[in-house]
């Protein structure tokens, strides 16, 4: 791919042009119609100069109804043209700046407009795909380029500014966002204006809004979790030991600053995990198992916060900068609530992940990189476990190299400190890290490290850091029984007495294998009763060692799975394994057309891809 294929010098992605003119704040007043499936209002922009002359501002938007825009001080018209569409990345809108505009102060510009009911950044869910039936949902997903799709916008994560919303609904609803909340005011015909407030700079696909029956339960001195009532004690349960990871990631990467931090469980279409909304944290359902043993996603998410959050990729060719080092240090908060065992346990189990990512992009493939190149690419077909994993694999390589995490730990606080508030590239990561580790030594020790490798080169990495794997050995000689050897298993002795993490492991560790014996496979599933789990980590493992093996008595309860949950994780590796299986290829398609309406636009887009349907 070309540079010339880039919607802009700066990002790739983005048709915007922060170098010449940037927002440093909006502000939304807007309503949520749910008959329409609609978003419609007013953003005002304060905008500023970065290039003197500047005459016009360009924004990201994507099937948006561009109304009116105008200067805020005066109500003077402002000229402005949407372009021609350009594949998944919108239109651009260019707005002609009044030349009373100045070269060295703010100014703003208010956009009237509406969404499209199409718009991939939000779902819109009718009362009856509710958990409590009562009342319609809408929650918002904006990275990586989707929030161009709900507001116009510099729709990259180069730029960061502040924001407030009125957000007026029915009575009968409550409104979340990623935001300070402050006190509702009334509004005619029966609805209610939420107000919010967003003081720390963030790009614009952090912003984040949720509108549903929802209710809440405080579990820490800055934690609330929300949901639909049917599961509030439940998901309340879950998540009661917030606090502790809260403090123990401001131990290793300093105050945390955004006031609040509050979890909303959204309904089972959510297409992630989880997604690091500053103040108000989205999570799957799926973590609702009942023993916290899926709740690293919450230490993951806590960690965005500081990387991320505060230290943003200047763009998606460098994701990795914020996935991680999140995943590092969300890995140092389990080691340290844990143990260190754990925390080494965990790596390992990324770097076994990681190499099932390769394996299906292939060793070649240019976007198994760390420093990717997007042009002409949407960052949507490059994102994997590769940032995450490869990248806190490299982190995790230079604490090694340096002397261990006494000696980065420190250098973690001060990168953090250094470039909060601000968005980099990987060259600038690199270049602080030498500058911070500075004496003759430790640039020996950095200079050992295959930077091109680890970078710029597709495929695994060349060395595996040496991990303990004291708790992973147990998991793979059980496997290699299973898979293998003659010794197979007769009692549940063994399984039993793996953690969750151990056993979601093992089964990992069997799906990196070639399939087993379908006689074999439905032993051990009836041997660990794995079709009874409740954990959706280790239910799909179990269901795609059954697609792999060429059976289908998991079949009917692995279709139902992939109806009732929405998360792309599990989702997306069932439906390839089900098209890879041609006796089911045909009832898998059947299946998704289905379901199709009910799902989130992003995991409906992904998974017609993987059933070769787009």
């Known amino acids: 791919m070309s540079a010339s294929n880039a919607l802009s010098p700066g990002d790739p992605s983005s048709f915007s042009r922060p170098d010449q003119c940037?927002?440093?704040?909006?502000?939304?007043?807007?309503?949520?119609?749910f008959g329409r499936k609609v978003v419609h209002g007013t953003a005002t922009y304060k905008c500023k100069k970065v290039l003197a002359g500047a005459d016009s501002l360009i924004l990201d938007t994507d099937q948006l109804t561009i109304f009116k825009v105008?200067?805020?001080?005066?109500?003077?018209?402002?000229?402005?043209?949407?372009?021609?569409?350009?594949?998944?990345?919108?239109?651009?809108?260019q707005i002609t700046l009044l030349t009373s505009f100045p070269d060295d102060g703010e100014f703003e510009i208010c956009v009237d407009y509406e969404n499209s009911p199409a718009a991939t950044g939000l779902q819109w869910m009718p009362a009856n795909l509710t958990a409590g039936k009562r009342q319609p949902y809408l929650y918002s997903q904006l990275q990586s380029i989707f929030a161009r799709t709900v507001l116009p916008c510099q729709d990259t994560p180069s730029v960061k500014?502040?924001?407030?919303?009125?957000?007026?609904?029915?009575?009968a609803l409550t409104v979340l966002m990623s935001a300070v909340p402050s006190p509702t005011e009334p509004a005619p015909n029966d609805q209610v204006t939420y107000i919010f407030q967003q003081p720390v700079p963030i790009p614009c696909y952090l912003i984040a809004i949720a509108v549903g029956d929802l209710t809440s339960k405080k579990v820490g001195p800055r934690t609330t979790v929300w949901t639909e009532p049917e599961m509030i004690d439940a998901a309340a349960w879950e998540f009661e030991k917030t606090e502790e990871m809260l403090k123990t990631a401001e131990d290793l990467c300093g105050q945390y600053i955004w006031g609040i931090y509050d979890i909303l469980?959204?309904?089972?279409?959510?297409?992630?995990?989880?997604?690091?909304?500053?103040?108000?944290?989205?999570?799957?359902?799926?973590?609702i198992v009942g023993d916290r043993s899926l709740t690293n996603v919450i230490a993951h998410?806590?960690?965005?916060?500081?990387?991320?959050?505060?230290?943003?990729?200047?763009?998606?060719?460098?994701?990795?900068?914020?996935?991680?080092?999140t995943v590092f240090v969300e890995r140092k908060i389990i080691g340290r609530l844990h143990g260190e065992d754990d925390r080494q346990f965990a790596m390992n189990s990324g770097w076994t992940e990681l190499s099932h990512t390769i394996r299906k992009f292939g060793e070649t493939n240019p976007l198994t990189k760390l420093v990717v190149n997007l042009c002409g690419v949407s960052p949507e077909d490059s994102f994997s476990k590769v940032p995450y994993e490869k990248g806190s694999a490299l982190l995790y390589t230079i604490e090694c190299a340096l002397g261990g995490a006494a000696v980065v730990e420190p250098w973690l606080r001060a990168?953090?400190?250094?470039?909060k508030g601000k968005s980099i590239k990987t060259d600038e990561w690199k270049e602080f890290l030498y500058s911070y580790f500075s004496t003759e030594e430790q640039q020996t020790a950095l200079n050992g490290i295959d930077w091109e490798g680890w970078l710029n080169t597709p495929?695994?990495?060349?060395?595996?850091?040496?991990?303990?794997?004291?708790?992973?050995?147990?998991?793979?000689?059980?496997?290699?029984?299973?898979?293998?050897?003659?010794?197979?298993?007769?009692?549940?002795?063994?399984?039993?007495?793996?953690?969750?993490?151990?056993?979601?492991?093992?089964?990992?560790?069997?799906?990196?294998?070639?399939?087993?014996?379908v006689e074999r496979i439905l032993q051990m599933g009836d041997l660990y009763e794995l079709p009874k789990s409740n954990n959706a980590e280790i239910v799909s493992r179990w269901y795609q060692l059954c697609l792999r093996g060429r059976t289908r008595n998991q079949l009917d309860p692995t279709l139902q799975f992939v109806t009732d949950v929405g998360r792309m994780k599990f989702v997306r590796p069932l439906y390839q394994d089900m098209?890879?299986?041609?006796?089911?290829?045909?009832?898998?398609?059947?299946?998704?057309?289905?379901?199709?309406?009910?799902?989130?636009?992003?995991?409906?887009?992904?998974?017609?891809?993987?059933?070769?349907?787009?």
């Open 161 to 171: 500014h502040t924001y407030s919303a009125r957000v007026t609904v029915d009575k």
């Open 301 to 325: 998410e806590i960690a965005h916060s500081w990387t991320g959050n505060l230290v943003t990729n200047f763009n998606w060719e460098h994701f990795w900068l914020n996935e991680g080092h």
């Open 265 to 287: 469980v959204l309904p089972p279409t959510f297409p992630y995990g989880g997604m690091e909304n500053p103040c108000l944290t989205f999570a799957t359902p799926t973590l």
């Open 415 to 419: 990168y953090i400190q250094k470039f």
């Open 459 to 517: 495929g695994m990495p060349a060395n595996k850091p040496d991990y303990d794997m004291t708790l992973f050995e147990a998991c793979e000689t059980l496997c290699n029984r299973w898979w293998g050897g003659t010794d197979i298993p007769t009692t549940i002795a063994e399984f039993e007495a793996f953690t969750v993490n151990q056993k979601i492991a093992f089964l990992a560790e069997l799906l990196l294998k070639d399939a087993m014996p």
């Open 579 to 614: 098209y890879a299986f041609e006796d089911v290829r045909q009832i898998a398609i059947d299946t998704f057309e289905t379901n199709r309406p009910n799902m989130h636009p992003q995991t409906a887009a992904m998974v017609a891809k993987d059933l070769h349907l787009e």
């Open 22 to 33: 940037a927002i440093t704040d909006i502000s939304l007043d807007v309503k949520i119609d």
């Open 70 to 93: 105008y200067c805020k001080q005066t109500s003077q018209d402002l000229q402005f043209s949407v372009g021609e569409p350009v594949g998944k990345f919108g239109s651009k809108l």
